[in-house]
């Protein structure tokens, strides 16, 4: 069996990492493709370090640009690579450009797509991501949902063929790390924090952190809270509280910024937090694991399971948002079947074995 996956940005590593080394482990010839979408240290290599994630075989160095700019330049990097490889599988995750870029390509050169992370609805289409998961969804011949709600969504859009319930790929992760994870105590150390005494905060989706007055309301808002905010600051968000310096803008003092942290230390952050405060699709759901109170500054999440238990609180941006973060609550009961059993990615390579014998596609 031939795989090509493709991979571009943060949390595609971090979800590409266990099937990745199980494919191997099982001989599967696993072509990796890295689109270039995320290429700063922080958001990349630490990844591929911390994880053990392959090199990759194809650098397509595409970076930054405006959402039609970076998928074409994917599109036609990734359209040579496909020809070239002639995979039975082009496997992607999640919900970026470089997940669509992937699936157009191959679904146009008649080559089967397999989507991890599929079926996730917001329903709100002004979220590139919804937009990109749709498309993928729709184009994908193998369906590897995370959640039992996910399965319902695809069905609701008519598609009946190709879904498997299998479990969050995250979830088999996080299980993983958490349980050869150090102390933490040494990552407090570094930061000058107290275990339970601090808020973990990210922010990167584009209506959150674009606009440099919803991004200072946010933060001035964050700022009169008591306890101490660690902010792992993402590149996107950087770029506009640079904005916001030359305009004067100072954090408040409870504020620990940093640049991003690689996965390890960020579990770690996630564990020892009081709560966290994010509109990361990824954290929401590692503070569910980890049964951390959530604040997501979102109107509406894919990751609904985590609302209905109660362990993670939708907010709106704005000064009503702080009695809500002050009166920090554990959720209600703890379902440890939401997110599977923590067996997905062998679940995953089950199914590609048995669907690659039997299909016959015409290209
Ligand atoms: C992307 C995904 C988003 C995902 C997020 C994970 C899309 C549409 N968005 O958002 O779904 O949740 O990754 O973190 O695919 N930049 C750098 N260095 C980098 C990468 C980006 O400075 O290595 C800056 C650039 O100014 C760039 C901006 O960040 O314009 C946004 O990067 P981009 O990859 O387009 O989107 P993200 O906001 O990272
Ligand atoms: N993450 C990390 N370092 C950080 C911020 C996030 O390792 O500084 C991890 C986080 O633990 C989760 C994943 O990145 O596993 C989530 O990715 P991100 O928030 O970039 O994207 P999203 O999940 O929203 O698509």
Same mark, same amino acid.
């Given at each position: 069996?031939?795989?090509?996956?493709?991979?571009?940005?943060?949390?595609?590593?971090?979800?590409?990492?266990?099937?990745?080394?199980?494919?191997?482990?099982?001989?599967?010839?696993?072509?990796?493709? @890295?689109?270039?979408?995320?290429?700063?240290?922080?958001?990349?290599?630490?990844?591929?370090?911390?994880?053990?994630?392959?090199?990759?075989?194809?650098?397509?160095?595409?970076?930054?640009?405006?959402?039609?700019?970076?998928?074409?330049?994917m599109m036609e990097r990734l359209e040579h690579v496909l020809c070239k490889e002639n995979p039975d599988y082009v496997l992607v995750y999640g919900d970026t450009n470089s997940t669509?870029?992937?699936?157009?390509?191959?679904?146009?050169?008649?080559?089967?797509?397999?989507?991890?992370?599929?079926?996730?609805?917001?329903?709100?289409?002004?979220?590139?991501?919804?937009?990109?998961?749709?498309?993928?969804?729709?184009l994908s011949s193998l369906l590897f949902c995370p959640t039992a709600t996910a399965v319902d969504n695809l069905k609701a859009e008519g598609i009946t063929e190709g879904i498997f319930?299998?479990?969050?790929?995250?979830?088999?992760?996080?299980?993983?790390?958490?349980?050869?994870?150090?102390?933490?105590?040494?990552?407090?150390?570094?930061?000058?924090?107290?275990?339970?005494?601090?808020?973990?905060?990210?922010?990167?989706?584009?209506?959150?952190?674009? @606009?440099?007055?919803?991004?200072?309301?946010?933060?001035?808002?964050?700022?009169?809270?008591?306890?101490?905010?660690?902010?792992?600051?993402?590149?996107?968000?950087?770029?506009?509280?640079?904005?916001?310096?030359?305009?004067?803008?100072?954090?408040?003092?409870?504020?620990?910024?940093?640049?991003?942290?690689?996965?390890?230390?960020?579990?770690?952050?996630?564990?020892?937090?009081?709560?966290?405060?994010?509109?990361?699709?990824?954290?929401?759901?590692?503070?569910?694991?980890?049964?951390?109170?959530?604040?997501?500054?979102?109107?509406?999440?894919?990751?609904?399971?985590?609302?209905?238990?109660?362990?993670?609180?939708?907010l709106s941006v704005g000064p009503a948002m702080l009695d809500a973060l002050e009166a920090v609550r554990e959720g209600g009961a703890y379902d440890e079947t939401l997110f599977g059993?923590?067996?997905?990615?062998?679940?995953?390579?089950?199914?590609?074995?048995?669907?690659?014998?039997?299909?016959?596609?015409?290209?």
């Amino acid at each position: 069996m031939r795989l090509v996956t493709v991979l571009g940005a943060r949390p595609q590593f971090i979800k590409a990492a266990l099937l990745s080394r199980l494919l191997r482990d099982e001989g599967v010839s696993e072509i990796l493709v @890295h689109t270039g979408q995320h290429y700063e240290a922080e958001l990349s290599d630490i990844f591929f370090r911390d994880l053990q994630i392959p090199t990759p075989d194809y650098e397509l160095g595409v970076g930054s640009g405006s959402h039609a700019a970076q998928t074409a330049s994917m599109m036609e990097r990734l359209e040579h690579v496909l020809c070239k490889e002639n995979p039975d599988y082009v496997l992607v995750y999640g919900d970026t450009n470089s997940t669509l870029a992937a699936a157009l390509v191959a679904a146009k050169l008649n080559i089967p797509v397999a989507h991890v992370e599929a079926g996730l609805r917001s329903y709100n289409r002004t979220m590139p991501e919804e937009i990109n998961r749709v498309i993928t969804d729709h184009l994908s011949s193998l369906l590897f949902c995370p959640t039992a709600t996910a399965v319902d969504n695809l069905k609701a859009e008519g598609i009946t063929e190709g879904i498997f319930w299998v479990g969050d790929i995250m979830y088999e992760l996080f299980l993983r790390t958490h349980a050869r994870l150090e102390l933490s105590s040494a990552v407090c150390e570094k930061w000058g924090i107290q275990e339970n005494r601090y808020y973990l905060l990210t922010l990167h989706r584009p209506g959150n952190v674009d @606009h440099t007055e919803t991004l200072r309301l946010t933060l001035d808002t964050l700022s009169r809270l008591k306890e101490k905010i660690i902010f792992p600051l993402h590149p996107r968000t950087a770029k506009t509280v640079n904005m916001l310096y030359q305009d004067g803008f100072a954090f408040g003092d409870n504020f620990i910024v940093m640049k991003p942290v690689g996965y390890l230390e960020m579990l770690q952050l996630e564990r020892c937090a009081k709560a966290i405060i994010t509109d990361s699709g990824g954290v929401q759901k590692e503070a569910f694991f980890l049964r951390k109170p959530c604040f997501t500054l979102r109107p509406q999440t894919e990751w609904i399971e985590t609302v209905k238990t109660g362990w993670n609180q939708l907010l709106s941006v704005g000064p009503a948002m702080l009695d809500a973060l002050e009166a920090v609550r554990e959720g209600g009961a703890y379902d440890e079947t939401l997110f599977g059993d923590g067996d997905t990615a062998r679940k995953i390579y089950s199914i590609f074995k048995e669907h690659v014998v039997t299909q016959e596609v015409p290209r």
